[in-house]
């Protein structure tokens, strides 16, 4: 009897797994990162960490919609434990799709890759990035009040996303009095692509509106430069972050890239950085297998160096 119970609970288990699909993907990395600007309280030189674990569920209805859901888990370095974040849920059908919970918002997704054109290094860090607060989507827990919808569609070269989130849905959060609003626009033909966006109320924040543009032109195979505008937020104190402009490019021969930004932030209500313009230089060896070495250096706005160094593997 017990055999047959075995048998019939393996069959149906079985028969629910062929119906879907449940894939793990993410990465891990290490190595060494360097901060000159930290103080004798904090240690100038550490170990960088992390370990990040997707996992996703899918199954496919017979009119061809896909419906799905999407956790992660993730360990950086100083935590004591990894974690899991809270759930997204998707469905998407024939170059639409929509996402409930803790979903991609439209600007952080950076479909052009013109918002976080200046990320390098082993930490993908760029001081050309906006300085606004914005919700993303989150590797980490965070209160349950907050959810969201994301929507995307794309036809012919044409992406337009949109994003909303609720800080506070249940009225109990306490964080943020507003709900944000994305959208962002991406065109993307031949050797340029070409994205415009913007996020009003960031993060909760009343009035903390910001939108950006931004252009990635591919020169020839091996090298491609982009340009990017932002009209930054406020605070939630209410100063003005000001703008930021960047450019950027990358180089690469065989397995060797090499990227270089150089950035500028201005006009902002508090003037407490040493610099205004920042930069920065990396490189990258592909190893193969979804394996690189990374490194890279930058000048931030407190005229601090920065710097990291290691492998990252993807899987």
Same mark, same amino acid.
């Given at each position: 009897?017990?055999?047959?119970?075995?048998?019939? +609970?393996?069959?149906?288990?079985?028969?629910?797994?062929?119906?879907?699909?449940?894939?793990?993907?993410?990465?891990?990395?290490?190595?060494?990162?360097? *901060?000159?600007? !930290? #103080?004798?309280?904090?240690?100038?030189?550490?170990?960088?960490?992390?370990?990040?674990? *997707?996992?996703?569920?899918?199954?496919?209805?017979?009119?061809?919609?896909?419906?799905?859901?999407? $956790?992660?888990?993730?360990?950086?370095?100083?935590?004591?434990?990894? %974690?899991? *974040?809270?759930?997204?849920?998707?469905?998407?059908?024939?170059?639409?799709?929509?996402?409930?919970?803790?979903?991609?918002?439209?600007?952080?997704? /950076?479909?052009?890759?013109?918002?976080?054109?200046?990320?390098?290094?082993? +930490?993908?860090?760029?001081? %050309?990035?906006?300085?606004?607060?914005?919700?993303?989507?989150?590797?980490?827990?965070?209160?349950?009040?907050?959810?969201?919808?994301?929507?995307?569609?794309?036809?012919?070269?044409?992406?337009?996303?949109?994003?909303?989130?609720?800080?506070?849905?249940?009225?109990?959060?306490?964080?943020?009095?507003?709900?944000?609003?994305?959208?962002?626009?991406?065109?993307?033909?031949?050797?340029?692509?070409?994205? $415009?966006?913007?996020?009003? #109320?960031?993060? %909760?924040?009343?009035?903390?509106?910001?939108?950006?543009?931004?252009?990635?032109?591919?020169?020839?195979?091996?090298?491609?430069?982009?340009?990017?505008?932002? /009209?930054?937020?406020?605070? =939630?104190?209410?100063? /003005?972050?000001?703008? +930021?402009?960047?450019?950027?490019? +990358?180089?690469?021969?065989?397995?060797?890239?090499?990227?270089?930004?150089?950035?500028? =932030?201005?006009?902002?209500?508090?003037?407490?950085?040493?610099?205004?313009?920042?930069?920065?230089?990396?490189?990258?060896?592909?190893?193969?297998?979804?394996?690189?070495?990374? =490194?890279?250096?930058?000048? !931030?706005?407190? /005229? *601090?160096?920065?710097? #990291?160094?290691?492998?990252?593997?993807?899987?």
């Amino acid at each position: 009897m017990k055999k047959v119970l075995f048998a019939t +609970t393996a069959l149906v288990l079985s028969a629910g797994f062929a119906s879907a699909d449940i894939a793990l993907s993410g990465y891990g990395r290490f190595g060494l990162s360097y *901060n000159s600007g !930290n #103080d004798g309280s904090t240690s100038k030189t550490w170990m960088e960490q992390r370990l990040r674990l *997707n996992i996703k569920a899918s199954t496919q209805t017979d009119g061809g919609i896909e419906f799905g859901a999407k $956790a992660r888990i993730q360990y950086d370095d100083g935590m004591d434990s990894a %974690g899991v *974040n809270p759930a997204q849920f998707y469905f998407s059908y024939e170059g639409a799709k929509v996402e409930v919970g803790n979903v991609d918002t439209a600007a952080d997704n /950076d479909t052009a890759g013109v918002f976080y054109g200046t990320e390098l290094g082993l +930490t993908a860090t760029g001081y %050309g990035d906006s300085r606004s607060d914005f919700y993303a989507y989150e590797s980490k827990s965070y209160n349950g009040s907050r959810s969201g919808v994301y929507g995307s569609y794309t036809i012919d070269g044409i992406t337009a996303e949109a994003s909303y989130i609720d800080p506070n849905q249940y009225g109990d959060n306490g964080v943020g009095v507003k709900a944000e609003k994305q959208l962002v626009l991406t065109y993307a033909s031949g050797p340029i692509t070409v994205a $415009a966006g913007g996020i009003l #109320d960031g993060a %909760g924040i009343a009035d903390n509106t910001l939108w950006y543009a931004g252009a990635i032109y591919e020169f020839t195979d091996q090298f491609k430069a982009g340009l990017t505008y932002i /009209d930054e937020g406020k605070t =939630a104190a209410g100063d /003005d972050l000001g703008k +930021t402009v960047s450019l950027y490019g +990358t180089y690469t021969t065989g397995p060797v890239a090499v990227q270089a930004y150089v950035a500028n =932030a201005s006009s902002y209500d508090v003037p407490d950085y040493e610099k205004n313009t920042v930069f920065g230089l990396g490189g990258s060896y592909d190893l193969g297998g979804g394996t690189s070495l990374l =490194a890279g250096v930058h000048r !931030n706005y407190d /005229d *601090n160096t920065y710097g #990291d160094f290691g492998v990252k593997f993807k899987f």
